[in-house]
């Protein structure tokens, strides 16, 4: 993973009597496109103000490079922060809100010039210099605060939720754009965000957050393929959640029936929960399956159609590029390796 960066260690929160963060643990490491993604007020948007200085820990370390900075203001860390309403300088145009930082600092004229062009090309924003921004359009905007924060060559940048108020064809592109200058730029990224798929597609380290707790950390394939609990499976695309009991290791059962699975490590006869991902179960014939029910809904998505079966225990959702009418009696199929193990928590 190369170095750690910042380490965030026992790091609490509360306001008044609320307590926003309840002990956060947290390596992020050099290079790294790291996400908090979590539901609204589950405490990543506090993370991200600790990280910057904007608010002091209650309890707990942040370390940076090794060096205790929580109690340094903003402006003496190495990092600058992107936030969802940009906050550019309405009287300056592109060139001067991005030189902004510099002009401040006292930089030398030809410098910031060098610096402000090779930026906002990278943002794809060449020849923009004069512009209002004020006449800009959304993403154009957004450019232009990722530019203005990546001129000071931050050792870490910081965007607070940065795509929240663009529209959804624009919010890709500006997801593919974001990694690319990451990549080009190779400083740290730390990223907030309430949008699953967002999280998935941009980052190398996916930080599930929910209620002040850090549920999950892993890539964005373990975080969709073995969540570690019933809040991470829901919370990360769709998901059917059955009660079961682990009879041993790589056998478990559930609605009836006793399944091999590739999970281990669990006590034997131990609850469980098991996550059965919609695009993993195939539709069959009746007699070529285990568990059978009959078509309850069907509705096309556009890539596939969604169809929840209804079974004896439960309704379960199928995506599949098939077609089944609806009152046709089915079988549902899957492998071993679709079946994913987690432990049972309580809620």
């Not at 499976?233 to 590739?262: H, K, P, T, Y």
């Not at 098991?274 to 509705?299: F, Q, Y």
């Amino acid at each position: 993973m190369g170095n750690k960066i910042i380490e965030l260690k026992g790091v609490t929160k509360n306001f008044g009597e609320q307590q926003v963060l309840k002990g956060i643990d947290l390596n992020i490491y050099e290079n790294e496109f790291l996400t908090l993604l979590g539901p609204s007020g589950c405490g990543k948007t506090t993370t991200l103000r600790i990280i910057a200085g904007f608010d002091e820990p209650s309890q707990g370390q942040v370390l940076f490079n090794g060096i205790e900075i929580s109690k340094l203001p903003p402006y003496k860390r190495e990092v600058n922060t992107v936030f969802q309403k940009y906050a550019l300088f309405p009287f300056l145009n592109v060139y001067d809100n991005v030189a902004f930082g510099l002009n401040i600092k006292k930089v030398d004229k030809s410098i910031i010039a060098q610096k402000v062009s090779k930026v906002l090309k990278l943002v794809g924003l060449e020849g923009f210099e004069k512009r209002d921004v004020t006449l800009l359009s959304g993403g154009q905007q957004q450019r232009v605060a990722i530019a203005r924060a990546l001129v000071n060559e931050p050792k870490v940048l910081l965007l607070d939720e940065p795509l929240g108020a663009l529209d959804a064809k624009l919010r890709k592109e500006m997801q593919i754009e974001l990694k690319k200058i990451q990549k080009e730029v190779g400083i740290t990224f730390i990223f907030v965000t309430h949008d699953q798929e967002e999280a998935l597609s941009m980052s190398d380290t996916v930080v599930v957050m929910n209620e002040g707790i850090i549920q999950q950390i892993g890539t964005p394939v373990d975080i969709y393929n073995e969540p570690e609990n019933r809040f991470v499976a829901d919370f990360i695309g769709e998901s059917n959640i059955i009660e079961a009991v682990m009879l041993r290791d790589c056998l478990v059962q559930f609605d009836g029936f006793q399944f091999e699975c590739v999970d281990k490590g669990f006590k034997d006869e131990e609850e469980v929960e098991v996550v059965l991902r919609p695009e993993d179960i195939d539709i069959v014939k009746p007699e070529n399956a285990k568990i059978t029910g009959v078509v309850k809904s069907l509705v096309f998505k556009g890539v596939h159609h969604e169809i929840v079966v209804q079974t004896k225990y439960r309704d379960y959702l199928i995506h599949t590029t098939d077609y089944f009418e609806v009152g046709l009696a089915v079988g549902l199929s899957f492998g071993p390796e679709d079946i994913h193990v987690m432990y049972k928590m309580d809620y």
